[in-house]
């Protein structure tokens, strides 16, 4: 049976220019894979698949992108992973744990009545101190893009500008 070689992703579509196009493919990712645009992925299916996008800003859930032959079309979807659900009685005790966070430059989703991080045993242990309720959970997690999302790159576990 002949190999065929992995579909290369190099476009972004708007949902626009889709209407008329197959189903996707469908392409789970976690909060960091949708930050980097190349590479090899695999699809819900099992089908591999090599993201070959010009730079710009992280893949977004929603996002639809089509190979370089206009054979193939991928829907991103954020795939869930393990975060911990904050949240409190005390909408002042909620707001000052965001801002704690911020400064340790945690990603985090803000809503009104929680905050969602990645898990992390230590900051669960700090923010439970502060009175804060802790749940972990298996979640789709999308942060906040912050400040200054593509305007720098990141080394390692932090970003900054040039």
Same mark, same amino acid.
């Given at each position: 049976?002949?190999?065929? %070689? %992995? ?9 626009? @220019?889709?209407?008329? !196009? *197959?189903? *996707?493919? =469908?392409?789970? !990712?976690?909060?960091?894979? =949708?930050?980097? &645009?190349?590479?090899? =992925?695999?699809? #819900? ?22 190979? /370089? ?10 795939? +869930?992973?393990?975060?911990? @659900?904050?949240?409190? +009685?005390? *909408? !002042?005790?909620?707001?000052? #744990? +965001?801002?704690?966070?911020? /400064?340790?430059?945690? %990603? ?14 230590? &900051? #669960?242990?700090? !923010? =439970? ?14 942060? @906040? %893009?912050? #400040? ?15």
């Amino acid at each position: 049976m002949p190999q065929h %070689a %992995a579909p290369l992703l190099v476009e972004r579509l708007s949902p626009t @220019e889709a209407l008329a !196009l *197959p189903a *996707p493919l =469908r392409l789970p !990712l976690d909060a960091d894979q =949708r930050t980097s &645009l190349r590479g090899h =992925r695999r699809s #819900a299916c099992g089908r591999d698949l090599v993201l070959q996008l010009p730079r710009g800003a992280a893949l977004q859930p929603g996002e639809l992108l089509r190979s /370089n032959d206009g054979a193939v079309l991928v829907q991103v979807e954020a795939a +869930a992973e393990p975060v911990m @659900e904050v949240r409190s +009685a005390d *909408p !002042l005790a909620l707001l000052q #744990a +965001a801002y704690h966070l911020g /400064n340790r430059h945690v %990603a985090m989703e803000l809503h009104v009545d929680r905050l969602v991080l990645l898990q992390d045993s230590v &900051l #669960a242990d700090l !923010l =439970r101190q502060r009175g804060l309720q802790v749940e972990l959970l298996q979640l789709p997690f999308q942060p @906040e %893009a912050g #400040a200054y999302e593509g305007l720098g790159h990141h080394h390692g576990d932090h970003g900054h500008l040039h």
